[in-house]
């Protein structure tokens, strides 16, 4: 059973705050992503990571800058937290460049800040 | 970089009608594009894709045809029955470039 997780499902923090958002996945997929989703504005991708230490910036990087020490573990990071980025984030992983690319998504973590 | 536009933002039907999704892509170069469906308050999960070396492929009631030409591939959605109803996004490229999103909604 694939799996990805993130480590919270809802977060509430202070304008200003460094903000750490984790996703881990269990299928040793070689891409993973972190979107934001916000009503009418679909899936809008801030970074993501093709490797261990890669990392590509997406549509809607300022703000955001992301972590991938290890394969499994992509971490998405709020340098300083503000109300403008209160959505919900959803991270995502797959292979890459092979027959089956389905991405699947973590449960997605909503994070409000006041 | 790769841009998708999805159209509609909003579709209803009554069901056992058709849906069609349409979604237009920038990069000549993307040659893979999934279709995922999001039920409300859950994770966006594959429905269906096509790679660029195929025009059209089917798995039981929905489809994607795809139109490298003109840089546009659909979603088709046939004999809806009200559990179709949820939003669906396109995305194009393996680095996967979602549209904004369609909201379907199927009336019994």
């Known amino acids: 059973d694939v799996k990805v997780t993130q480590s919270s499902r809802y977060l509430v923090k202070r304008t200003g705050e460094k903000v750490f958002l984790e996703c881990v996945q269990d299928?040793?997929?070689?891409?993973m992503f972190w979107y934001r989703q916000d009503p009418g504005l679909g899936l809008r991708l801030i970074y993501f990571?093709?490797?261990?230490?890669?990392?590509e910036k997406g549509d809607i990087p300022e703000g955001y800058s992301v972590s991938r020490e290890k394969k499994e573990r992509f971490s998405l990071i709020l340098e300083s937290a503000s109300t403008n980025q209160t959505s919900m984030y959803l991270c995502?992983?797959?292979?890459?460049?092979?027959?089956?690319?389905?991405?699947?998504f973590g449960q997605g973590t909503r994070l409000t800040v006041v | 970089g790769e841009n998708v536009e999805q159209h509609p933002s909003t579709l209803s039907v009554q069901e056992g009608d058709s849906a069609v999704i349409k979604c237009t892509y920038s990069?000549?170069?993307?040659?893979?594009f999934p279709w995922y469906k999001q039920e409300l308050g859950k994770r966006p999960q594959l429905i269906i894709d096509?790679?660029?070396?195929?025009g059209e492929k089917k798995d039981q009631r929905i489809a994607v045809t795809l139109n490298k030409t003109a840089k546009h591939f659909s979603l088709h959605i046939t004999e809806t029955q009200p559990e179709d109803s949820a939003v669906y996004f396109c995305?194009?490229?393996?680095?996967?470039?979602f549209g904004k999103g369609t909201k379907l909604s199927v009336k019994p």
């Open positions: 995502a992983s797959n292979l890459r460049g092979r027959a089956n690319t389905e991405a699947f």
């Open positions: 299928m040793d997929h070689e891409n």
């Open positions: 990571s093709y490797d261990v230490k890669m990392k």
């Open positions: 990069d000549s170069a993307s040659n893979y």
């Open positions: 096509i790679r660029s070396n195929v």
């Open positions: 995305a194009a490229s393996e680095n996967l470039i």
